[in-house]
């Protein structure tokens, strides 16, 4: 299993429309919005890497109110 941890920076007061788009995902396994340089950090999970990539860049990237991600893949444990 593929996981990667994604900050996001919405565009100002977009940070719930955002979460709840997130919300909608399958992928999505926890969601947050958090303070600081960030304004949401997002769990994906996926079979595989490409299939994680794909979501990452056709699906989060393309929200509504998303301005900028960062991902993070998590080591294989």
Do not use: F, W
Request: hydrophobic share 45%.
């Amino acid at each position: 299993m593929a996981k990667a941890y994604v900050l996001i920076n919405s565009e100002i007061g977009g940070e719930q429309e955002v979460v709840e788009q997130l919300k909608q995902m399958p992928e999505v396994t926890e969601v947050s919005v958090v303070y600081g340089v960030y304004d949401v950090i997002v769990k994906l999970e996926a079979d595989t890497m490409e299939v994680l990539k794909e979501i990452i860049t056709s699906k989060v990237r393309h929200l509504n109110k998303v301005r900028s991600t960062m991902t993070m893949i998590a080591s294989q444990e």
